[in-house]
């Protein structure tokens, strides 16, 4: 009986857990060039399932189908690439991606250290002295990762390719990095991404597209009807906890009197 207990704050705890994810979602729904996130997750009868089935321990030996925990077992969290909506702005230096890309910025760390980080977000601005950078201030890097410069008092345009173009010469062509297996790509912050080992890159498919931002690709309609859910469930494994409290507590204090 008191394994029930246990099932149903294995239910809380993910619900939870789902909760915390929707509401970051819907706190960056204007972020530019945010991706929203997901949590999975796993009912007992289907891991159990799945253990049955698996035959990589050979067929005369035991099977070790681990502790008896009959609840729900939080998955991984994972990330939502789809494109999301463009918005026209009219700034030459707002940039946005029609397909899968990123782009590349030198990221400095508090203790001084730089890495290379990949973005969505192409909300960038030109400084006094010509660098092109994010807001937070990071380089934005050409192809051949080194910060972009160019004359400020000049006239820019670019182009789908993403060169930037002054007196009818190319004097910049930004960086736009694609992978092979988004899976390997760990979000650092709230916008950036690090590509961790596995990722491989390849040859983007996407254009850059000057005067236009993306923005997020969150439907605040969607992740608010979610957390109504998730609220709802949550509840049901309270009432659970409290039918089981109730029950023990007859079992305890009241039958025994009998």
């Known amino acids: 009986m008191v394994k029930g207990l246990y099932t149903a704050y294995t239910g809380m705890v993910n619900e939870?857990?789902?909760?915390?994810v929707l509401t970051n979602n819907l706190a960056n729904a204007d972020t530019t060039g945010f991706k929203k996130e997901g949590a999975s997750s796993q009912s007992f009868d289907s891991v159990l399932t799945y253990k049955i089935k698996d035959f990589t321990e050979g067929d005369r030996l035991a099977k070790r189908l681990g502790r008896n925990h009959p609840g729900v077992k939080i998955g991984e969290g994972y990330t939502d690439f789809s494109q999301g909506p463009l918005k026209h702005t009219e700034n030459t230096f707002d940039l946005a991606l029609t397909d899968a890309g990123f782009f590349a910025v030198e990221f400095t760390s508090k203790s001084g250290e730089t890495s290379v980080k990949y973005t969505r977000d192409g909300d960038?601005?030109?400084?006094?002295?010509?660098?092109?950078?994010?807001?937070?201030?990071?380089a934005v890097l050409d192809e051949s990762g080194s910060p972009i410069k160019i004359d400020p008092l000049q006239k820019a345009e670019i182009n789908t390719k993403g060169e930037i173009v002054q007196n009818g010469r190319v004097v910049a062509a930004i960086q736009v990095t694609d992978f092979e297996n988004y899976d390997y790509?760990?979000?650092y912050g709230e916008n950036y991404f690090e590509a961790a080992e596995g990722a491989g890159e390849k040859e983007p498919a996407a254009e850059v597209y000057s005067g236009y931002l993306e923005s997020s690709n969150i439907s605040v309609v969607t992740e608010m009807v979610n957390m109504i859910t998730v609220s709802r469930a949550y509840e049901s494994n309270q009432k659970v906890i409290t039918t089981y409290d109730s029950t023990l507590d007859i079992a305890a204090n009241q039958l025994g009197k009998i």
Do not use: A
């Open 16 to 20: 939870q857990r789902r909760m915390d």
């Open 124 to 138: 960038f601005t030109l400084t006094q002295d010509g660098r092109l950078v994010t807001r937070d201030g990071d």
């Open 185 to 187: 790509l760990v979000r």
